[in-house]
């Protein structure tokens, strides 16, 4: 089993900055790519981030020029950094790992719990 855990999240002005971490842990082979959701109230999950174990990011949105996604493979952890936040980008922030659990077994996917934003305006 892998449990993901997010911290970093909170209350920030608009404008403001924010790092969210995400740390896997529990009986992993290794860790392919790993990405950043998140869903504001009443509307779908959105893919704001990935990146893979080779360091290639993708940003499917538009917070490209404000959000970074990065990643340290020796602590199995991935981060977003936040910065210039607006208030639409208020959400539940949930991270995702695909994961191996033995050498050539399937992928799996995980999802950590969420982390809050909030940006006031």
């Known amino acids: 089993q892998v449990h993901l855990v997010e911290s970093g999240g909170g209350l920030v002005q608009t404008g403001g900055s924010l790092r969210l971490s995400c740390a896997a842990s529990?009986?992993?082979?290794?860790?392919?790519?790993m990405g950043w959701y998140r869903q504001a109230p009443g509307k779908q999950r959105e893919l704001v981030a990935t990146i893979t174990s080779g360091g290639t990011t993708t940003y499917p949105g538009s917070v490209q020029v404000r959000f970074t996604i990065s990643r340290d493979n020796a602590n199995n952890t991935v981060f977003l950094q936040m910065n210039s936040l607006k208030p639409e980008d208020t959400a539940v922030y949930y991270c995702?790992?695909?994961?191996?659990?033995?050498?050539?077994?399937?992928?799996?996917?995980?999802w950590g719990q969420g982390t809050q934003v909030t940006v006031s305006s």
């Open positions: 529990g009986s992993i082979f290794s860790i392919n790519t």
């Open positions: 995702t790992a695909g994961a191996r659990l033995r050498p050539a077994g399937p992928i799996y996917n995980y």
